[in-house]
């Protein structure tokens, strides 16, 4: 099978795997490829850090997933122009570990310019765990909370400064993903269609919930008798989330009955 990959900077690539590879193997293969050391390698699949000794089928992993793939900040062999002079502490770049406050304790690197601020690398934390809301962020170095407009090296982290991740009170569970609007179409009702928002971190399940809600006040019939989503001619796994399924914005999803003979009112 193949699976995409999307580094935190630069070009996407895709490698093919097995079905029972290790994720070891799978950073063994990325190394070959991309020339990327397994030890500077971490793979994040549905906002959770890939472990070496899982594999392909318990991560549910299926052809043409996608994985995020942030790499330490890559050492360049120094040159006679890089050595003289040598860079101020506030011109270099450092790498962070991130410490993901989740019942698995993740942590990840996370390569950074000491100029930049908190306020960007809470950016750069959502760009790689999209769940969590940059507004509800707050970060912590050594127990004391950073403040947005100050910079890494104002706030005197450098390479290796661990990064605790907490949250804005009543901040945790609350979701952060972008609304999808998905467009529903009933074709025995005249070709009707209905938009419905949802997340995209939701269960496919979900917009089952919603055209419930929804049928009462719309005045739209669904089959009686029960009923898959169609999604690009692929009936949807209704236990998988809409970004599982590749759903984008304002994407068209179809009913259809489980059978010919399924009534509809």
């Not at 934390?125 to 950073?146: F, K, N, R």
């Not at 910079?151 to 993903?177: K, P, R, T, W």
Request: with cysteine; net charge negative; aromatic share 8%.
């Amino acid at each position: 099978m193949d699976i995409f990959f999307e580094p935190f900077s630069g070009e996407g690539f895709c490698i093919e795997v097995g079905f029972f590879d290790t994720v070891l193997e799978i950073k063994e293969k990325i190394q070959k490829y991309q020339n990327i050391p397994v030890a500077a390698q971490t793979l994040i699949f549905n906002g959770e850090v890939l472990q070496d000794e899982s594999n392909v089928h318990s991560s549910d992993l299926v052809h043409n997933s996608y994985i995020q793939l942030i790499s330490s900040c890559p050492e360049k062999p120094a040159t006679k122009a890089e050595s003289s002079p040598p860079l101020s502490p506030a011109a270099s770049r450092v790498q962070l570990l991130i410490n993901i406050p989740t019942s698995k304790s993740q942590q990840f690197p996370l390569c950074m310019h000491s100029r930049g601020t908190i306020r960007e690398l809470k950016e750069n934390i959502h760009a790689v765990m999209e769940t969590l809301c940059v507004q509800q962020l707050v970060l912590y170095s050594d127990g004391s909370e950073l403040q947005d407009h100050w910079s890494l090296h104002q706030s005197g982290l450098s390479d290796g400064s661990e990064i605790d991740v907490g949250f804005m009170a009543g901040a945790m569970g609350s979701s952060c993903f972008k609304k999808l609007k998905v467009i529903v179409v009933l074709p025995r009702c005249g070709g009707k269609k209905t938009a419905v928002e949802v997340n995209g971190s939701d269960k496919v399940r979900v917009l089952r919930m919603e055209l419930d809600k929804l049928q009462k006040c719309l005045q739209f019939y669904l089959p009686k008798d029960g009923y898959y989503f169609i999604y690009k001619e692929h009936v949807m796994d209704e236990d998988r989330s809409f970004r599982w399924h590749h759903v984008g914005q304002g994407d068209t999803i179809d009913i259809s009955p489980t059978s010919i003979s399924t009534h509809w009112p």
